[in-house]
């Protein structure tokens, strides 16, 4: 059973979805590949990993760091997880590119990853904001697509604090 609890947020309404334990989902509404790993759900809003991502959310809305994360458990294949452990060390307002997540990739495991495939994991992350797959953009400073959309990733960059001035919104064909 997963459970689930819906919070209004800045930009939107975001769905959280827990296995009692740890955040299995994170979605904001209209979301690409809303809920799609989750099994049989019920609402259920006073959870404490719910008032923890609560909490942390507050304080990531309100411009601050919000600190470690709360405990999570993303349902993936290997490769995703391995993909989605390496964004939940990005730092709260820096980049990372999906070229650099394949080369830490293949440091750390010894297996090759081409940025694209490190893109389609990174575009199916469960846990958006928390795990921070905003923070990742093509090379170049490209911001390559978001599942969130793109203004919520524009909005999320700069609520960290990134000059997204400096970064170009792709045209349609442009590589990772």
């Not at 959310?57 to 993936?76: I, K, M, S």
Request: charged letters at 20%; proline letters at 6%.
């Amino acid at each position: 059973m997963d459970y689930l609890d819906t919070l209004d947020t800045p930009i939107g309404p975001i769905t959280i979805a827990s296995d009692g334990e740890a955040l299995v989902g994170l979605w904001m509404e209209g979301q690409k590949y809303f809920q799609s790993t989750l099994g049989e759900t019920e609402q259920h809003s006073d959870l404490p990993i719910f008032a923890e991502t609560r909490a942390w959310l507050t304080r990531y809305f309100e411009g601050a760091d919000p600190g470690p994360l709360p405990a999570v458990n993303p349902r993936g294949t290997e490769f995703r997880q391995r993909v989605w452990r390496l964004l939940a060390e990005i730092p709260y307002g820096q980049l990372t590119t999906y070229g650099e997540l394949a080369h830490r990739m293949a440091e750390d495991t010894g297996v090759r990853a081409s940025a694209r495939a490190v893109g389609g994991a990174v575009g199916h992350n469960p846990i958006s904001i928390i795990l921070p797959c905003h923070r990742v953009v093509g090379s170049g400073g490209s911001l390559t697509g978001y599942a969130g959309g793109l203004q919520k990733k524009i909005a999320l960059l700069k609520l960290e604090g990134i000059d997204v001035d400096k970064l170009k919104i792709p045209t349609k064909g442009t590589a990772l």
